[in-house]
T-cell receptor, first 112, second 113 residues
Framework: GDSVTQMEGPVTLSEEAFLTINCTYT??????LFWYVQYPGEGLQLLLK?????DKGSNKGFEATYRKETTSFHLEKGSVQVSDSAVYFC???????????FGSGTQLTVLP | DTGVSQDPRHKITKRGQNVTFRCDPI?????LYWYRQTLGQGPEFLTY????????KSRLLSDRFSAERPKGSFSTLEIQRTEQGDSAMYLC???????????FGEGSRLTVL
């Protein structure tokens, strides 16, 4: 079945540092790929998505590129802020049901 | 607030009791999903509805679990004869159509003693 493997945390960075959170996937067919973010005390929010190979999703300074050849969708940000502290989940969706398969999440803490 | 709302936010119960969670999706959304999230893990799919029809159920959804969406609006998730392993956050999400973005509620946290 489909699966998502995500870089384990927690990750602690200083403000303005470069962020990479690795994500690889296994899927049949051609899934869409997502990054969700969960801020403390809040529900999951879609951060960015990519629907086909070589697509780049971007939002709030975060980027991720759908790499079919390496089955990866790594999340990057050039300069993190304290407000980026959250749990980040990589996910893929089944093309028909749209049900999401999530990775285990990466806790990011950004220190001032 | 017109987002996805879930009730109750927290539920503590004794093993063997029944519990029911309610989800009110965004009003025009025809798809509604239930997920379960345990500590340190990502959410796991349980089931989803398109309007009032339950279209798919995960193997995680044992016979003690039942979900309904009787009028295609709100949904309930009932767990009968709760076990300690049922302790988790139960998440609801809704979307407009199959291609629509999923919007998640804040979840209902269940603790089974």
């Amino acid at each position: 079945g489909d699966s998502v493997t995500q870089m384990e945390g927690p990750v602690t960075l200083s403000e303005e540092a470069f962020l990479t959170i690795n994500c690889t996937y296994t899927a049949t067919g051609y899934p869409s790929l997502f990054w969700y973010v969960q801020y403390p005390g809040e529900g999951l929010q879609l951060l960015l998505k990519a629907t086909k190979a070589d697509d780049k999703g971007s939002n709030k300074g975060f980027e991720a590129t759908y790499r079919k050849e390496t089955t990866s969708f790594h999340l990057e940000k050039g300069s993190v802020q304290v407000s980026d502290s959250a749990v980040y989940f990589c996910a893929l969706s089944d093309p028909l049901s749209r049900q999401l398969t999530f990775g285990s999440g990466t806790q990011l803490t950004v220190l001032p | 607030d017109t987002g996805v709302s879930q009730d109750p936010r927290h539920k503590i119960t004794k093993r063997g009791q029944n519990v029911t969670f309610r989800c009110d999706p965004i009003s025009e959304h025809n798809r509604l999903y239930w997920y379960r999230q345990t500590l340190g893990q990502g959410p796991e799919f349980l089931t989803y509805f398109q309007n009032e029809a339950q279209l798919e159920k995960s193997r995680l959804l044992s016979d003690r679990f039942s979900a309904e969406r009787p009028k295609g609006s709100f949904s309930t998730l009932e767990i009968q004869r709760t076990e300690q392993g049922d302790s988790a956050m139960y998440l609801c999400a809704s979307s407009l159509g199959a291609a629509g973005e999923l919007f998640f509620g804040e979840g209902s946290r269940l603790t089974v003693l």
